[in-house]
């Protein structure tokens, strides 16, 4: 359970953390200098919407205050454990993430998964660090890292709120490695981004 705790909160305290979170926003951010953009300067309308749902992005990604709340309820659940990422759990955000791109109208162009990459988990480690914490003490743990690839189209409309629902997938789902490109001159665009699923495996020696 101790281990458990210390992941969560390497999770939100690693500095590369601001990087990720701030990545989308960025990233869309730079839909403004695609030419795509140009197809929409038509509706005033249109263009508040957007910069309006641009914003929900910085809002959702840079609020810290509900992943800490996240942590204080894993704390409080003595199978905290059973709530990260094995093999099945997922398998099942593999699901949600298709359900969520159908929901939202983009249309799914490629998504797979990859096999986990396993290293051993040590005190005050961080779950971004191929390499680990190599000189501390290792734990009864092993970190597994999955990494959801996903490749989707749509408009600005559609990618904006499909990137708003993937970074409420899970605590342990972290959207990375996000890039964006036009699809053709009306104004479609392709998403491709990487979805790292966590979890922790207990060992027994």
Not at 50 to 61: A, C, K, M, P, V
Not at 142 to 170: F, N, Y
């Amino acid at each position: 359970m101790i281990v458990d705790n210390q992941f969560v909160q390497a999770f939100l305290d690693h500095p590369r953390r601001g990087t990720i979170v701030w990545a989308t926003a960025v990233v869309l951010g730079l839909l403004l200098v695609i030419p795509a953009w140009d197809h929409y300067t038509g509706s005033r309308t249109e263009v508040a919407r957007y910069n309006t749902e641009l914003r929900e992005i910085s809002y959702s990604l840079s609020n810290l205050d509900l992943l800490r709340a996240k942590l204080e309820e894993v704390e409080s659940k003595p199978n905290a454990s059973n709530q990260m990422l094995d093999g099945d759990a997922a398998a099942q955000v593999r699901e949600r993430v298709t359900k969520l791109a159908q929901q939202m109208g983009c249309r799914v162009r490629r998504l797979t998964m990859s096999h986990p990459v396993i290293r051993p988990w040590h005190v005050n480690d961080n779950p971004f660090d191929e390499d680990g914490s190599r000189d501390a003490e290792e734990t009864n743990f092993m970190l597994e890292t999955r990494t959801l690839t996903l490749s989707v189209g749509g408009t600005l409309a559609e990618l904006t709120k499909l990137t708003i629902a993937l970074t409420r997938l899970d605590r342990f789902a972290v959207p990375s490695n996000m890039t964006l490109q036009r699809e053709g001159n009306d104004g479609h665009l392709i998403l491709d981004v990487e979805i790292s699923l966590f979890n922790l495996a207990e060992t027994f020696d």
